[in-house]
């Protein structure tokens, strides 16, 4: 997502949120709908209900990196037709267009009804394009007549696409269900060491030192998943055997969800009374004057989108249940169980707690520490003086009882 300007749109859109119920290969009405409730809960983008040009362009602008339309692909009206042609050129796929020969052209353009019977060569080669790069189906035309003005409906499913096709949708590795998911969830962890970013590092260290935070996280713009907050949690660890059996724990409570693993680097206070520390690639450490550490350990967030709201929640009781221990010898627990296992959301989710995430973003990185509510102001002031080049955010977040123990000083 293209953060900044994404933020300026906002200031002139409605907000709104919604859920979603998509599948990866739904039909075009289907595949609306749900690109509809991302727009509104993902972006808080909400469209009228005839889409002008301006509104279109805007939003297609500022998520994607779109190229210069030429003038004589401005049509009289603004039809679903000239919204295809150019979303062609928001996902930068104008310049294969014209590479379009005639045969290629009539083989794509085959079963597309509707179309004018003296389209130019030109915009033929883009609705061609359009097609074979899977932004809209054959079909599309009879769903969306492609003479008639520009409804919500086509104008989500078109920027739908466009984020599908830049590689802004949502980013998983795949489902709880699949087959193949703990390969792909262990091939993930090993392909990524540690993250760092030393001009985020450095000023949130000494703010540790001097006791302003007691840790932050530091994670990768790009590696998000992007999931539908209303459906989501993000959950984090730092052993991959634990969210290998969490996955098999989901699977045998009946619980599917989209799974995303982000890396991240957590670093927090290492205190000398709690002993020497051992280190190892994902696990380091830096001697503060005092004789106290600060840590640096390799750990992922695990991102899950379930089906349904029921099924997000009742994730909180499994946990409890399985995965979090109350004493060191507890039996009945999945490896690598924490006393304060911690997840969170985006927005309010029955029997969790508000707290704040004090985010600094610079370039791809971004770091974060979270707080209690009445320490957010105190963290953002120091973000805002330290980090002048950096784009300070306070999101709100609700997070497990058991979060909120710990930000509230108990051990994990």
């Known amino acids: 997502m293209k953060r900044r300007s994404l933020i300026l749109l906002l200031a002139s859109v409605s907000l709104i949120s919604g859920v979603i119920a998509a599948h990866d290969e739904a039909p075009i009405t289907d595949q609306a709908s749900a690109y509809t409730q991302y727009f509104h809960s993902r972006y808080d983008i909400v469209l009228a209900d005839a889409v002008d040009e301006t509104q279109f362009s805007d939003v297609a602008v500022s998520l994607t990196e779109a190229a210069e339309i030429p003038a004589d692909l401005e049509l009289e009206d603004f039809t679903n037709l000239e919204a295809v042609i150019k979303t062609v050129y928001y996902v930068n796929l104008d310049e294969l267009a014209l590479t379009y020969p005639e045969a290629k052209i009539e083989a794509a353009l085959a079963d597309v009804e509707g179309l004018p019977a003296d389209l130019p060569t030109n915009q033929q080669q883009i609705v061609a394009t359009a097609i074979d790069a899977g932004l809209i189906s054959a079909d599309f035309a009879s769903t969306y007549d492609l003479s008639a003005a520009v409804s919500a409906d086509s104008a989500y499913y078109l920027l739908g696409q466009a984020l599908e096709l830049t590689g802004q949708y949502k980013h998983y590795i795949g489902s709880v269900s699949d087959a193949d998911i703990f390969n792909k969830l262990v091939y993930t962890w090993e392909s990524f060491d540690q993250v760092f970013a030393p001009d985020l590092q450095q000023p949130a260290n000494q703010l540790i030192r001097d006791g302003i935070i007691t840790g932050y996280n530091l994670k990768r713009t790009s590696l998000n998943a992007g999931f539908d907050p209303e459906l989501s949690l993000v959950y984090g660890h730092a052993d991959i055997d634990h969210a290998r059996q969490l996955l098999t ?30 280190t190892s690639p994902e696990f380091q450490v830096e001697l503060l004057d005092d004789g106290n550490y600060i840590a640096y350990a390799k750990e992922y967030d695990l991102a899950l989108e379930f089906e349904t709201q029921e099924a997000r929640d009742q994730f909180d009781a499994v946990i409890n249940t399985y995965a979090k221990k109350d004493s060191d010898d507890e039996p009945g627990l ?79």
């Open 334 to 412: 999945i490896f690598g169980a924490w006393r304060q296992p911690l997840y969170s959301a985006l927005v309010e989710v029955p029997d969790y707690v508000e707290v704040k995430n004090n985010v600094v973003y610079i370039g791809d990185f971004y770091l974060q520490s979270f707080s209690l509510n009445e320490n957010s102001e105190t963290i953002v002031e120091n973000f805002t003086k330290n980090y002048e080049d950096g784009d300070v955010q306070v999101w709100n977040l609700w997070v497990n009882q058991a979060f909120h123990r710990y930000l509230l000083g108990e051990p994990l």
């Open 249 to 278: 724990l989901l699977r045998s409570e009946g619980l599917d969800a989209k799974v995303q693993l982000e890396p991240k680097t957590s670093a927090f206070l290492y205190l000398a009374e709690w002993g020497e520390p051992g």
